[in-house]
């Protein structure tokens, strides 16, 4: 079946420092691929997506690009805050409405000043 | 509009003691969802629903029932609560039509079994 794998955190970083947090996916389609936020005490939210191959999300500084032949949509921000101190998790969809979203496990970033 | 809205926030059972954990939204979305979120084990989805009247079983539907009788309400039951069951559970919608649909998420009910 499909599956998402995103890198094992905790990851820690400075303020302005660089972020990447890898995911990469298995698809028996060809799916969309989503970011999703969640901020401490709160729900999932979604961050950013992409539906195609080569197409690049983007929201509040983030960015991920569709890469369909390394099954890849690393998630990436130049110059973090401690703001964007969350979890993040990668996701996918496949199909019809009719199909589940499937998560990976989730990053937490945690950003000091 | 209020989104999707969750009920209770926090909730304390003893093993064994049923209960019903509320989601509504008001957004006119025909898919609805249940996760559960445990530390280290991501979202896992418990029951979901493509309309009123349509309820499918998720990776983890043991020990819960749900079932969909409106297009806004999508309530979860503990039929009798474990420790296991001790997870912070979130409600989910979105439309059903177009490959990029965005979820939905409530804000969460904490769920302690004793």
């Known amino acids: 079946g499909d599956s998402v794998t995103q890198m094992e955190g905790p990851v820690t970083l400075s303020e302005e420092a660089f972020l990447t947090i890898n995911c990469t996916y298995t698809?028996?389609?060809?799916?969309?691929l989503f970011w999703y936020v969640q901020y401490p005490g709160e729900g999932l939210q979604l961050l950013l997506k992409?539906?195609?191959?080569?197409d690049k999300g983007s929201n509040k500084g983030f960015e991920a690009t569709y890469r369909k032949e390394t099954t890849s949509f690393h998630l990436e921000k130049g110059s973090v805050q401690v703001s964007d101190s969350a979890v993040y998790f990668c996701?996918?969809?496949?199909?019809?409405?009719?199909?589940?979203?499937?998560f990976g496990k989730g990053t937490r970033l945690s950003v000091i000043a | 509009n209020a989104g999707v809205t969750q009920t209770p926030k926090f909730q304390v059972l003893k093993t064994g003691q049923s209960m019903t954990l509320q989601c509504a939204q008001d957004m006119n979305h025909e898919y609805m969802s249940w996760y559960r979120q445990d530390p280290g084990m991501g979202l896992r989805l418990i029951h979901y629903?493509?309309?009123?009247?349509?309820?499918d079983q998720g990776e983890v539907p043991n020990g819960y029932n749900v079932s969909r009788s409106t297009t806004e309400d999508f309530p979860l039951r503990l039929l009798s609560a474990a420790p296991s069951q001790t997870s912070v559970y979130f409600c989910?919608?979105?439309?059903?039509?177009?490959?990029?649909?965005?979820?939905?998420f409530g804000p969460g009910t904490r769920l302690t079994v004793l």
């Open positions: 992409a539906t195609k191959a080569d």
């Open positions: 629903s493509v309309g009123a009247g349509i309820t």
């Open positions: 698809a028996t389609g060809y799916p969309s």
């Open positions: 989910a919608s979105s439309r059903t039509s177009g490959r990029a649909r965005e979820q939905f």
């Open positions: 996701a996918l969809s496949e199909g019809s409405g009719n199909t589940p979203l499937v």
